[in-house]
């Protein structure tokens, strides 16, 4: 049959059509695996090489789509694209589930919903549409009483049938040949290859006896058919969650035979008695995505299961066979699984797993972004429904906090630095290769519980120490989210919500130490208040690093101005070197003599040159020490010392005073983002030796 004959002479929706289409490729003939290999590295752009932790690894940028994308999870997403990959090329990922296991709330539900609505999204466009097929005119056959048409249970591909239209090979690729296909195409087409399910194999033999093999009848009873993508009805993407040993039941998952069906059909013992939509795995069966939900709380005939599915790729049923095409992604906390390995007899079920142990996030700016997650995008509100203001420190103080709460002790580096070299920032003279030694060493240990940001407060945690402090009567009464009051919060979650007493113990240090972290933040706070400048910190810190990198400079003159080209704009800026500033700044650091000034003095510049490569806006800030070193330095020669300015916001009885007072408070409300309630209680507990070291 010639190509131009076959498209005049069928319809839209007739296999032919469908075939033809596909050999074309205006359709596509893939499985789950490539499909979802092309999604994510279809478009070169969007694949960016980074580096975390001191390592050189992958991002993909598809993931990072959306309102709500998700944030970090550099290491498990470059498993699941490699394990995606290596099943798309035939290699053994293609028999086995891919399990993500680490603590409650660390993301891994998130990830695995979000991989969803990307495939949901990438299958609704046309031209990644997938196809199945239905029977029609069976009143024609008789034996199905009411039942005229009956769709693929499993939402096989049309070119499945395709591949199965003749009960021999050479006819099948005969027939592809006279639509229009090349040798390669079809063994393309082969290598995808699977057998018709039972009882769409059943139905179809019975059409093919009534139209006593006659091709051009037989196919007037087939009608391809879109698959629709629909997240509430479990197509294309489908959920089971792990229920209790009860009401849980491999019916759920496989189906079970329909009293309905066999009111209808004459022949019992034709395998359409069994409606294997009722369960999970037949609604994802054509290319889709089964999430098995904390897989290993199922109980043992439910993971028996499992441990077919994913070995055979086959739902199974008295004998019945029903071949599907889905990837299968689990979900598993430590303890969980940690019960499920000491049951021995198991093991068969998690050597099909590609086990991806996923960790809480490290990295204090990405978990700023989190952290913006669970604060909300909508405007918040009091009970009494008046405007509720967030504090501009809120986010980096609950940030930091969970975040040291997720670094383990170690005698190379402290919480501190791992948290800042982990974000890419400057720990003092640590390095990234050091932090980049202790992972290594964390990551050989075979308690799970004790590698690198496996252990710590959670998203949910966070979550639940926002929602005491919205509870709070001050944050009510003031109208405000005020940082200094989430450290209370987050003590409250740690005490109700964390078990064991020596994480207890961890963690409350943690929060002291974020809690020292939030007081330098304040402190820059009030110096640009005090400036009225809001980045007045920031110019005096770049002014000191210039400074140092121009006082050696050979074209330095007598008056000790120094030209220097600005990294962002690009024009030349004249900086007055001064020695007595940098002396007092390298002072306040601690280093006593020539040599600790000269070697720090190189290190900045170092960085200097490092940083200002990739990025000309870098501005040193994440260098606490010399942010707190600048600000003393400046506070003393500007007031007589932070004690002094801290004399003149707490007496405020005379009229000079209450003139600063009200000008800084004006500053922070009006260019640093705060609020009343929030300038006043950060002056107020500026003023206060808390958390002074």
Not at 613 to 633: C, G, H, Q, R, S
Not at 638 to 655: C, E, F, I, Q, Y
């Amino acid at each position: 049959m010639a190509n131009k004959n076959v498209k005049s002479s069928v319809s839209d929706n007739s296999i032919d059509t469908h075939l033809i289409s596909v050999i074309n490729g205006t359709r596509r003939f893939e499985n789950i695996f490539q499909s979802l290999t092309r999604m994510i590295l279809g478009d070169p752009k969007m694949i960016e090489r980074v580096t975390v932790n001191g390592r050189n690894t992958y991002d993909f940028k598809v993931f990072r789509t959306g309102p709500k994308h998700i944030i970090g999870m550099f290491d498990e997403i470059n498993s699941f694209v490699s394990y995606v990959k290596d099943a798309a090329e035939g290699g053994s990922s293609k028999e086995m589930a891919f399990v993500l296991i680490g603590e409650p709330g660390n993301g891994k539900t998130f990830f695995v919903d979000h991989l969803s609505s990307l495939y949901r999204s990438f299958i609704a466009k046309p031209d990644n549409r997938r196809y199945t097929f239905r029977f029609k005119n069976l009143d024609k056959l008789g034996g199905y009483g009411k039942i005229t048409s009956i769709e693929s249970q499993t939402y096989e591909d049309p070119m499945i049938l395709g591949l199965n239209l003749f009960d021999d090979k050479q006819d099948n690729i005969n027939y592809l040949s006279s639509l229009g296909a090349t040798e390669k195409q079809i063994e393309t087409f082969y290598k995808n290859y699977r057998q018709l399910g039972a009882c769409t194999y059943y139905i179809y033999s019975q059409i093919k006896e009534y139209c006593d093999y006659n091709p051009d009848l037989f196919k007037e009873f087939i009608e391809v058919v879109p698959v629709s993508v629909s997240e509430s009805r479990g197509t294309i993407t489908g959920k089971y969650a792990a229920k209790d040993k009860i009401t849980s039941s491999a019916v759920d998952l496989l189906g079970e035979e329909s009293i309905t069906r066999l009111l209808n059909i004459t022949d019992t013992d034709n395998p359409y008695r069994f409606d294997l939509r009722r369960g999970a795995l037949a609604r994802v069966a054509g290319g889709g995505i089964h999430f098995a939900d904390e897989i290993f709380k199922n109980k043992k005939d439910l993971v028996q299961v499992y441990l077919g599915v994913i070995q055979n790729r086959t739902i199974e049923i008295e004998g019945f066979k029903w071949p599907l095409d889905s990837l299968i992604i689990a979900t598993s906390n430590n303890s969980e699984f940690a019960t499920f390995l000491e049951e021995k007899e198991q093991a068969p079920i998690v050597d099909r797993c590609r086990l991806s142990y996923m960790s809480h996030n490290t990295n204090h700016k990405l978990q700023e972004e989190l952290t913006a997650y669970a604060i909300g995008g909508k405007e918040k509100t009091t009970f009494t429904n008046e405007k509720l203001h967030i504090d501009p420190n809120l986010n980096y103080s609950i940030s930091v906090s969970v975040v040291l709460s997720r670094m383990p002790m170690n005698d190379k580096l402290t919480p501190v630095e791992m948290m800042k070299l982990s974000a890419g920032e400057v720990a003092g003279e640590k390095s990234i290769k050091t932090l980049s030694e202790v992972i290594s060493d964390l990551n050989t240990d075979p308690d799970i519980t004790k590698r690198f940001g496996q252990k710590g407060l959670g998203h949910r945690n966070l979550g639940r120490a926002l929602q005491v402090l919205l509870e709070r009567s001050e944050t009510q009464e003031g109208k405000c989210m005020f940082a200094g009051d989430v450290f209370k919060s987050i003590e409250s979650i740690v005490l109700d919500y964390v078990q064991d007493p020596n994480d207890r113990i961890k963690y409350f240090n943690d929060i002291k130490t974020a809690k020292g972290l939030y007081r330098k933040n304040v402190m820059s706070a009030i110096f640009n208040a005090y400036m009225n400048e809001p980045n007045a910190v920031e110019k005096d810190v770049l002014n000191y690093v210039n400074m140092i990198i121009g006082i050696d400079a050979k074209n330095l003159g007598p008056d000790k101005i120094w030209t220097y080209q600005d990294p962002q704009t690009k024009k030349l800026i004249p900086l007055k070197i001064d020695e007595t500033f940098i002396n007092s700044v390298e002072e306040r650091l601690g280093l006593k003599n020539e040599e600790q000034k000269q070697s720090f003095r190189t290190t900045i510049s170092k960085i200097y040159g490092q940083k200002m490569i990739k990025d000309p806006t870098y501005n040193f800030m994440d260098n606490n020490e010399l942010v707190k070193a600048v600000t003393d330095v400046r506070l003393k020669s500007d007031v007589a010392g932070a004690g002094s300015l801290v004399g003149a916001l707490s007496n405020r009885t005379n009229d000079e005073n209450q003139k600063l007072y009200n000008r800084m408070l004006d500053t922070m409300i009006h260019k640093l983002g705060y609020c009343s309630t929030c300038a006043q209680k950060t002056i107020e507990y500026f003023c206060t030796q808390d958390d002074a070291n």
